[in-house]
């Protein structure tokens, strides 16, 4: 029997995009030698609907994200592999919970995305994964052709596909990776609210800057308060429509496909 899942937890999250982000950008007075510097990637399968892009994995609520440590790193860089569900389907019993590996190789949690500026809650779930992989492997899934994500996925990520979006391997074989998207992390102390996270995603001529904080479901609605009025203080202006960087970035990217 499956169930929706209850989360304790919630990201409250502020998005700019384009002059937006920048303005944003200055007036945070961010420098970039001082965040942490990373690179992603994301998969899809994406398809020309009218005159637009479709994406059908992340329309279906299913995310692939692959995250690499910058700098020099040999064969092997620091990378982690995220498969997210959002928003979260019914999960059979084994995954209505936080869990963790007992070796610390993955970690799933079940949240509440809560974007601004209506702050609506999105249940989503996540499995987080380290995957030590030689370069050549990367590289061979970012190349077109099928079985793109056949060694970077680990068992616990199938499993999840499969238990709760009805996913098997053979499903994910028209899958393309989408990136790069080169990203920037800041955390800040803002003092009312919890530690703050900036962060700067840019991909081709897309800049998107995001600002969240991360609380329990109980103090979230108090949370998006004393964040707006933050930002005010710094003099930046919430936007006054949402949209998610992850959907912003995926689309921006799938265009520049050849579909």
């Not at 637009?52 to 040999?74: K, M, T």
């Not at 969240?212 to 609605?221: F, I, K, M, Q």
Request: hydrophobic share 40%; proline share 7%.
């Amino acid at each position: 029997m499956t169930e929706t899942p209850m989360a304790t937890a919630a990201e409250i999250k502020v998005g700019f995009s384009g002059d937006a982000a920048r303005k944003a950008a200055c007036a945070l007075e961010l420098q970039g030698g001082e965040g942490r510097s990373r690179t992603l990637y994301f998969w899809d399968s994406p398809r020309k609907s009218g005159d637009g892009i479709s994406l059908p994995f992340l329309d279906r609520g299913v995310i692939f994200r692959l995250r690499l440590e910058d700098g020099d790193h040999g064969s092997k860089r620091a990378t982690d592999m995220t498969v997210k569900l959002r928003p979260c389907p019914r999960l059979p019993p084994d995954w209505r919970k936080n869990r963790k590996d007992e070796d610390g190789a993955w970690d799933f949690t079940i949240e509440e995305d809560r974007t601004g500026p209506a702050f609506t809650p999105v249940v989503s779930a996540s499995l987080q994964a380290d995957r030590k992989v030689e370069a050549k492997l990367v590289e061979s899934a970012l190349r077109p052709g099928p079985g793109a994500l056949d060694h970077l996925l680990a068992k616990p990520h199938r499993h999840l596909l499969e238990d709760a979006a009805g996913l098997k391997q053979g499903d994910l074989a028209d899958l393309r990776a989408l990136g790069p998207v080169y990203t920037v992390k800041w955390k800040q102390d803002w003092g009312t609210l919890p530690p703050v996270v900036i962060e700067e995603w840019i991909a081709k001529d897309l800049r998107f800057l995001e600002v969240s904080v991360r609380t329990s479901t109980a103090d979230a609605a108090e949370a998006e308060k004393l964040l707006e009025q933050a930002l005010r203080q710094r003099h930046v202006a919430p936007p006054r429509c949402g949209e998610t960087k992850t959907r912003a970035v995926l689309t921006a990217l799938a265009r520049d496909l050849a579909l």
